[in-house]
């Protein structure tokens, strides 16, 4: 059997990605369909050299099939296809036994400006739980692996059970992380457009409790004074991942720095902490904090200090800027699970609707459900 099993990879290994996709149709007859339907994706993909390829299975794409209008949303963009196929293209081959539980984050072919701005390429999160093999896209949605290296000439396939999802900017991800307050406070400031054009960003976003604590000074901050603070909640440079946080100084877009300390696998970002970390977006990374962090006072650097970030604020019961933020529907699982797994978090704010983007990306299999209709 371990002879079988050795020649049969051996025998992958010398055969192209696109016919070790076709040795899968049982799986990914509609990968497949599609693939097929272009003889320059065959190309390309067959020109791939160490990459790692994951491979929607049958039931990832028919999940999405059918949502929402995808003829007119494939019409609107003609490049979603080549994007969706070249952000499941990895930069390296990783097999199973690669990826460990201490999530790395892994650069794709997808570098199009006109869906990331990340410097190197768009990435993905690759994690094992236990032995199970996790991939994390935009707003943590997690695609399990179902089958693991399916070896080919450049590199190795892994069949996933989940499309991945493309990052948003960071304003479209406010709205469908319930940061509804980012999002709002952003657009009173008039810095959205500044942010989502910016590259290479990580960006510390507080959730609503945090600006509900701080209610009555958030109410009467003028919009150059709201932008300070804002900015102070960005850092431009080598994206930081929590992976690759350390405690550091990190200067934001206001010039002044914020301290990261890591206390038992747990960031701070001066006295606020990341509640959910490593949300993806277009440009780079948000992590949801705890706080809203103070440019103007220096003495809550320090994740030890008990002392408030805004001296004198009070709670209301409304949560400023959030009047007329737009909202969404559909629960994002990953943002759940990342919410159920702290520990000292009470918060039901933190739940967050999966993106309406989801139907943007199953815009791509539109096609396939006549190829579905055929099996």
């Keep these: 059997m371990a002879l079988a099993g050795l020649a049969a990879a051996q025998t992958n290994r010398n055969s192209s990605l696109t016919s070790v996709l076709d040795s899968q149709n049982s799986s990914l007859s509609l990968l497949n369909g599609l693939i097929q339907g272009s003889s320059e994706t065959q190309r390309m993909l067959n020109s791939l050299s160490n990459v790692t390829f994951l491979a929607p299975s049958n039931d990832a794409v028919a999940n999405l099939i059918g949502t ?27 097999y199973a036994s690669n990826i460990t539980n201490i999530t790395t984050f892994i650069p794709t072919h997808l570098t199009n400006q006109s869906f990331t701005n990340v410097t190197g390429g768009q990435v993905v999160g690759a994690v094992s739980n236990s032995g199970n093999v996790s991939f994390l896209s935009a707003l943590r949605s997690e695609s399990n692996v179902e089958r693991a290296d399916l070896n080919f000439t450049g590199g190795t396939i892994h069949i996933i059970d989940q499309v991945l999802n493309i990052p948003m900017n960071v304003t479209d991800t ?31 976003a507080p959730d609503n409790a945090a600006f509900r604590e701080i209610a009555s000074v958030a109410g009467n901050l003028s919009s150059s004074v709201l932008a300070d603070i804002l900015e102070y909640h960005v850092v431009q440079g080598p994206i930081g991942y929590s992976s690759t946080l350390t405690n550091s100084s990190l200067t934001t ?27 993806l977006i277009a440009n780079g990374v948000l992590h949801v904090v705890d706080g809203v962090l103070n440019p103007n006072n220096t003495q809550s650097s320090n994740p030890t200090n008990t ?21 969404a529907t559909n629960v994002a699982t990953g943002i759940q699970e990342a919410t159920s797994s702290l520990e000292t978090s009470t918060s039901t704010e933190l739940a967050v609707p999966m993106a309406t983007g989801a139907v943007y990306m199953g815009a791509l299999f539109g096609g396939a459900a006549a190829i579905m209709n055929g099996l």
């Design 174 to 204: 406010a709205v469908q992380t319930n940061l509804s307050a980012s999002y709002g406070a952003i657009d009173r400031a008039d810095l959205g457009q500044r942010i989502d054009d910016l590259r290479n960003i990580t960006v510390f």
């Design 307 to 327: 002392a408030p970030a805004f001296s004198g604020a009070s709670s209301a019961s409304d949560v400023p800027f959030t009047s007329g933020v737009p909202t």
């Design 68 to 94: 929402g209008n995808a003829s007119s949303t494939v019409l609107a963009n003609p490049g979603l296809f080549e994007a969706i196929l070249l952000y499941h293209i990895l930069n390296g081959t990783y």
């Design 253 to 279: 877009l206001n010039g002044r720095d914020v301290n990261i300390t890591v206390v038992n696998q747990t960031v701070y970002v001066n006295e606020a902490r990341v509640v959910i970390p490593d949300v």
